[in-house]
């Protein structure tokens, strides 16, 4: 069973930055991929990056692309994501997530990801 624990995020105006970061409860190296997702209320959960934590290749959603950067650290077991040029649209709970072994991390979906974070807002105002 892996545990991710998250921190960071809060409350940022229009063109800001937030870094948050996911710990995880065994070697990341071990696990085969992590991802960010993010849920706005009334909206489905959506992937907006994902990284292999061997080969540190790393997939973005388009609305994030050029502005996020999802990063991790081996040897501190903890994966990252760098939120630059926040835009209100950007407001959402944030998650970390575990994927299954083999999935395609360019896809980015939820049901790809069976370890999940606890959860942080960010809130972007104009």
């Known amino acids: 069973q892996v545990q991710l624990v998250q921190s960071g995020g809060g409350s940022v105006q229009a063109g800001g930055s937030l870094r948050l970061s996911c710990a995880a409860s065994e070697y990341i190296y071990s696990l085969y991929g992590m991802g960010w997702f993010r849920q706005a209320p009334g909206k489905e959960r959506e992937g907006v990056a994902s990284i292999y934590t061997r080969t540190g290749a790393t997939y973005y959603a388009d609305s994030v692309k050029g502005r996020f950067t999802i990063s991790r650290d081996n040897a501190k077991n903890t994966v990252y994501l760098q939120m630059n040029s926040l835009k209100p649209e950007d407001t959402a709970m944030y998650y970390c997530?575990?994927?299954?072994?083999?999935?395609?991390?360019?896809?980015?979906?939820?049901?790809?990801?069976?370890?999940w974070g606890q959860g942080t807002q960010v809130t972007v105002s104009s």
């Open positions: 997530a575990a994927s299954k072994p083999g999935v395609p991390l360019s896809n980015m979906r939820v049901t790809d990801f069976n370890y």
